[in-house]
């Protein structure tokens, strides 16, 4: 131990790289078992995509508990409300998405993730000024009540589209697989990729780099320094309850395409998922929900494969196992 | 007030209620007969014993659990399984609660000991995860627990609606195997409520809703707060389990839209949120309004969504349809939580304290 010496930099905090790479360990162990090399690709193609679909779900949940301790029960909502705004999207520009070109697919898409997250964050407003807002710091009114808003939106959507589940079929063009040797890739998965890679970036870019992120993440280690350095936290906070809201609900278009219908029960349905993902990655952590979500997706894909019944539980197994690994998530933030 | 364990309701307007209730109940069968009516009164006392034993972990610990109704769930499997197997009999009656009993419990301890170590919150998410998958399982292994369409089963001889007491009438009123049971159902109801009310007021009691207050300060004082927190879901699962074998003895039939799915969750978590959190009353006043109104209030809203709908107002039409009571439920829900916190108890017990 050498004294300290006041012109070196300050130690740069030593990041935990282990769990990085759990989903790549898990994906070398599923590799042998499944054995066939295009169905391996398939599955984990198919297994990151709907990872990134999660991740998009989940990182607004994350965020909004790591910077306010507020757990909202109800973020299923938005991700139900964001599939029924993209059919309204769907429903007169048929003609684009019908259309077997690529430009106007993807316009259409472009045009209803647009508004999901525009009615989503709005949504998200209402939610948190109305539900949220009254029970700061109370956790188990928080949980009461953002449940009780799920409920309400819920029976809400039914009450507007009947509770029939409703089609969503994907624009022409992204229909089908490529095919890359004997592994068939579907084109959609593909694009869900991509989309959330690009929400992952953004996010990074957003939290590392900006003044912005860098007041998100001081606010998710310790509120109330922030607060008594002279910045509005509460601003802030609803800035990112609305940002995680329409991500839902941006996760809500891509979902009701990966599945091609649309009901007002998935949301809730797809909180557990959510959930999972978020315990596994950390609460309050968006790196930590990155890996979390690919790694639920990719044990929920080669279980699928490998033994369809254990698939109904592997998600509980593997929360077990990583909290028995890293009993606060694999990358809690702050002080949780 | 020994019985009470020294904890009676308090509160001239709430005493009056509750001793409404009871003696409704009581004396069901001979003041309301018809199979309905009977069949609504033995669901509110099967609710209230699951209703008072969530009351335990949410009011009285101030944790929530989302897998509550799961044990429910293990303690009507675990009767209809070994009714279903072994066929009717006293005996495989109870071996089918002993050998739900520890299961629950080991459940219980299994997530408790996962997730109230680390943080009270996880304990909501992981709850909520764990009850979906037991659900999808119970549903997907059908040479068990017979799938989505369920086990029905026979229950032992006296328990059947064909079985007589005695030949004749007791005042007006056949006492046939549902009577029976309905008060097998009853005392039993009893007994479990006493015996938690006893819990609640122990020293142990005491030190959960020392808990509930400050964590930090009853750790402080000594207490190990992940011991008491554990125990205080084992218990309440194992309560939740006994509640859930009498609702398979009394409908003979065991299914996952009945034992163990969400709904039922959300409807307990409505009744003890009416009913007065951190009161065991609260159970009974919550159950048996929530019931009634859901047996009774439905057939109203389908008639007014009816008139709405002659009226040329299709939105209202559908917002009161039938179907949609969960959304005015949830509301009433979101209400309660803001305005009534204690709920119906508190409001009773309040009112003359204030006036005063």
Redesign the interface.
């Known amino acids: 131990m050498s004294a300290v010496d006041a012109g070196a930099a300050l130690p740069r905090q030593k990041i935990d790289i282990a769990p990085a790479f759990a989903p790549l360990v898990i994906a070398l162990i599923a590799a042998p078992l499944i054995g066939s090399s295009s169905t391996f690709i398939t599955l984990t193609v198919a297994g990151l995509a709907m990872g990134l679909m999660l991740f998009t779900m989940a990182s607004g949940l994350t965020l909004v508990f790591g910077l306010m301790d507020v757990?909202n029960?109800g973020h299923g909502a938005f991700i139900s409300v964001g599939a029924y705004v993209a059919t309204l999207v769907f429903l007169p520009l048929a003609g684009w998405s019908q259309a077997d070109s690529l430009m106007p697919n993807l316009g259409v898409i472009a045009l209803a993730i647009l508004a999901s997250a525009a009615a989503c964050g709005a949504l998200g407003l209402v939610f948190e000024r109305l539900?949220v807002r009254?029970?700061y710091r109370q956790?188990?009114?928080q949980?009461?009540?953002t449940?009780?808003?799920l409920?309400?939106a819920?029976?809400?959507l039914?009450?507007?589209f009947g509770?029939q589940t409703i089609p969503l079929p994907l624009p022409t063009a992204l229909r089908g697989a490529f095919v890359v040797g004997d592994a068939a890739i579907e084109k959609f998965r593909v694009l869900a990729m991509a989309i959330g890679l690009i929400v992952f970036i953004g996010e990074a870019v957003i939290l590392n780099y900006t003044k912005l992120g860098l007041l998100i993440r001081a606010g998710v280690e310790n509120r109330e320094m922030v607060e008594a350095l002279g910045y509005r936290i509460n601003r802030l906070f609803i800035g990112v309850f609305m940002a995680g809201s329409a991500l839902a609900g941006l996760g809500g278009v891509l979902w009701g395409l990966y599945r091609e219908q649309v009901h007002a029960s998935m949301g809730?349905d797809l909180?557990?998922l959510v959930?999972?993902v978020?315990?596994i990655g950390g609460l309050g952590s968006v790196g930590g929900c990155l890996i979390g979500a690919t790694l639920v997706a990719l044990v929920a894909n080669y279980a699928g494969f490998l033994a369809p019944?254990f698939a109904?539980?592997s998600?509980?197994v593997l929360?077990?196992v990583v909290?028995l690994w890293r009993?606060?998530g694999l990358y809690p933030a702050g002080g949780? | 007030m020994t019985i009470l364990s020294g904890d009676p309701p308090r509160g001239p307007a709430l005493i009056a209620l509750l001793i409404l209730i009871v003696a409704a109940l009581a004396l069901a069968p001979f003041l309301f007969p018809g199979a309905k009516s009977l069949n609504v009164a033995a669901t509110i006392l099967i609710f209230t014993v699951l209703v008072a034993s969530y009351d335990l972990l949410i009011g009285y610990t101030g944790i929530v659990s989302f897998a509550h109704v799961m044990f429910y769930g293990v303690g009507a499997y675990g009767v209809a399984i070994a009714l279903y197997g072994l066929g009717a009999g006293w005996g495989v009656l109870l071996l089918g609660v002993i050998a739900a009993l520890p299961v629950s419990v080991a459940l219980a301890l299994a997530i408790g000991l996962f997730s109230l170590r680390v943080q009270a919150i996880f304990f909501a998410m992981v709850t909520l995860a764990v009850a979906s998958a037991f659900n999808v399982l119970a549903s997907q292994l059908d040479w068990l627990t017979g799938g989505e369409d369920g086990r029905s089963f026979q229950v032992p001889e006296a328990l059947r609606p064909g079985f007589r007491l005695f030949e004749g009438r007791l005042f007006g009123v056949e006492l046939n195997g549902r009577v029976l049971s309905y008060y097998l159902v009853f005392a039993a109801a009893a007994l479990l409520f006493l015996a938690l009310l006893r819990v609640v007021n122990s020293p142990f009691g005491r030190v959960l809703q020392a808990i509930r207050e400050n964590p930090f300060r009853a750790e402080a004082l000594g207490y190990r707060t992940v011991f008491h927190r554990t125990l205080a879901t084992c218990l309440s699962a194992a309560v939740a389990t006994l509640a859930g074998a009498l609702s398979a003895i009394w409908q003979h039939y065991v299914g996952p839209d009945t034992a163990l799915s969400f709904s039922i969750q959300l409807d307990v978590l409505v009744m003890v949120v009416i009913g007065g959190m951190g009161s065991l009353y609260g159970a009974i006043a919550g159950a048996a309004i929530f019931v009634l109104a859901q047996n009774y209030l439905q057939a109203l809203m389908g008639g007014l969504s009816a008139a709405a709908g002659a009226a040329g107002l299709p939105l209202v039409a559908g917002l009161l349809h039938p179907d949609r009571w969960l959304l005015w439920l949830g509301l009433m829900f979101i209400l309660a939580v803001y305005f009534a916190p204690t709920g119906i108890v508190g409001r009773l017990r309040r009112s003359p304290e204030s006036s005063a």
């Open positions: 757990l029960f539900l009254p029970v956790h188990l009114k949980i009461l009540v449940m009780g808003g409920i309400v819920e029976q809400l039914y009450a507007l509770p809730g909180m557990v959930f999972i978020v315990i019944k109904l539980v998600n509980i929360m077990v909290l009993p606060r949780r």
